[in-house]
């Protein structure tokens, strides 16, 4: 297949993107079909599920599954937003280049800024997540040092793929979305039919973890299994330059991974409620792993190295998803200029199409950021709850971005556009959003230092302080003059190419 440059079957997209100021280098190697997988992979309901299903369960019983159903539907409105946004800009890097031409250079810097903090810290949030599953499998002794180890394992295997090719990365995604779709209907089918030891009247039922107080405040903290779970559909759009036709298959794309993965999901944390036979125990931190005990329980030590191969096979998916994420990110700040050392971040490996030095920073960063867990002491938690605020401020600020652009004019034109309807769904996703933001930086240990309490807020606070106090002093965005805020309709006196808003 040619470069994407190039005359061929792609002409089209190519013709559309360079009308939007880029030529690109990526090739259009991706599918639909895989750009699906890509997204699903991503947002993995394995992952999410198995990583937070004993601390979602410890802190708000089984109703905490109705996250899973209400987050859906929040984060199905922002896809929606974001599907708009894309058939418009399909331009790799997904969150900033979206940013870039809604309002402007600035902040798009700040929102791909915070967006790429937190996506970094995601993936270190699934590597160390897949330690103890990795450890187990391995015949590991399950500790720190075991799941720091398994967790820069899983990184350097990541790396490996990715570097590897737009091909290999699509054929990755797919080979990860079918054994993760198979093996969660299979092991959820198993536990309903033989391992079943509750009825669904417990979803109504705390389980007494409030311990005589207001439940709302447990229940509310429980939301992180849900919040977590549902982000991953934007990587459908951060490859929007390797995959044909995305100005009409991505949102199509990002649709089907909430649909698909929601669903998918809620089937794996309601066949592992419905199994555990003591809650008692998993609230009081008696069983601190309900999971492996569930699947001990039903496959046997044998079966469930069989079932933890393919949550391993999920993990990794998860993680090559990520990273490719974070690498068009980065590569995308890098072509504009906007980001240091843009010269090697934009750099092309000549034969796979893939910046390997951006790939290796997406690696790099995580790393260190799990190394660094070994002095937490509930290390997991911490780096879930600030990666995923990091996640939802940066897409909030594209979604701020989005009803701002509207207000002064801005009417979608790319083939997937809500008409009429844009407007709600834009106001109600901003909402939705703010309020989640505020529901995970709530605090909630009284009993605990202050800044403890206050942790994911402030490392939030901290990272955009940080990226606020380099944009000030540094002026990255004064190296760039590629197109900026053209979303907005100009005034005739200003230059229909080279944007000039927010500078």
Excluded at 181 to 206: C, H, K, M, Y
Excluded at 318 to 345: G, K, N, P, T, W
Excluded at 437 to 459: E, F, G, K, Q
Excluded at 471 to 487: C, E, K, N, V
Aim: aromatic letters at 12%; hydrophobic letters at 55%; a neutral charge.
């Amino acid at each position: 297949m040619p470069p994407s440059s190039a005359p061929g079957p792609h002409h089209d997209d190519d013709l559309h993107l360079e009308k939007l100021g880029y030529t690109s280098e990526f090739r259009r190697e991706m599918s639909p079909w895989a750009n699906f997988a890509l997204g699903f992979t991503y947002l993995s309901p394995v992952v999410g599920i198995y990583t937070l299903f004993a601390i979602a369960l410890a802190t708000g019983g089984p109703p905490m599954i109705w996250w899973l159903l209400i987050v859906g539907l929040g984060q199905l409105l922002v896809a929606l937003v974001f599907g708009e946004i894309v058939s418009q800009f399909p331009v790799a890097g997904g969150v900033y280049p979206w940013a870039r031409r809604l309002w402007g250079v600035k902040w798009a810097w700040m929102t791909g800024w915070v967006y790429l903090i937190a996506l970094l810290t995601t993936i270190a949030a699934v590597v160390y997540g897949s330690g103890p599953y990795l450890a187990q499998l391995l015949g590991f002794t399950a500790g720190t040092t075991s799941t720091v180890v398994c967790a820069l394992i899983l990184l350097a295997l990541a790396l490996a793929i990715n570097l590897m090719g737009t091909r290999w990365l699509a054929y990755a995604a797919i080979i990860g979305f079918t054994a993760e779709i198979l093996g969660a209907l299979a092991v959820g089918a198993w536990l309903l039919i033989s391992e079943r030891a509750q009825n669904l009247s417990v979803l109504f039922d705390t389980q007494g973890v409030s311990d005589g107080g207001s439940y709302f405040s447990a229940f509310m903290a429980a939301a992180l299994i849900g919040i977590f779970q549902y982000y991953g559909f934007e990587a459908c759009g951060d490859v929007a330059e390797e995959v044909p036709d995305p100005t009409r298959q991505i949102p199509r794309a990002m649709r089907m991974t909430i649909y698909v993965g929601g669903a998918a999901a809620i089937f794996v944390c309601l066949s592992l409620l419905l199994a555990v036979k003591d809650y008692a125990a998993v609230i009081s931190g008696d069983d601190p792993d309900p999971v492996t005990t569930i699947l001990n329980d039903a496959f046997g030590v044998t079966g469930t190295k069989v079932v933890l191969l393919v949550v391993m096979v999920s993990f990794l998916s998860c993680a090559l998803s990520l990273m490719a994420a974070a690498s068009r990110l980065m590569y995308a700040y890098a072509r504009d200029e906007m980001i240091v050392f843009s010269h090697l971040l934009r750099t092309f490996q000549p034969t796979r199409h893939v910046p390997p030095y951006a790939m290796a920073v997406a690696a790099a960063v995580p790393a260190v950021i799990v190394l660094g867990s070994i002095f937490s002491t509930k290390a997991l938690t911490s780096i879930i709850s600030f990666a995923t605020l990091g996640i939802y401020l940066g897409f909030q600020m594209v979604v701020l971005a989005a009803l701002r652009a509207r207000l002064k004019g801005w009417r979608p034109s790319g083939p997937f556009s809500l008409g009429p309807w844009g407007m709600v769904v834009n106001v109600v996703a901003l909402a939705y959003g703010v309020l989640a933001m505020i529901n995970m930086a709530w605090p909630r240990t009284p009993d605990a230092p202050w800044y403890d309490n206050w942790l994911v807020a402030l490392s939030a606070a901290v990272g955009v302080g940080a990226g606020a106090i380099y944009l000030f002093f540094g002026r990255p965005h004064l190296r760039s003059d590629a197109t900026a805020g053209d979303a907005v309709p100009t005034v005739p006196s200003t230059s229909p190419t080279t944007g000039t808003a927010d500078r």
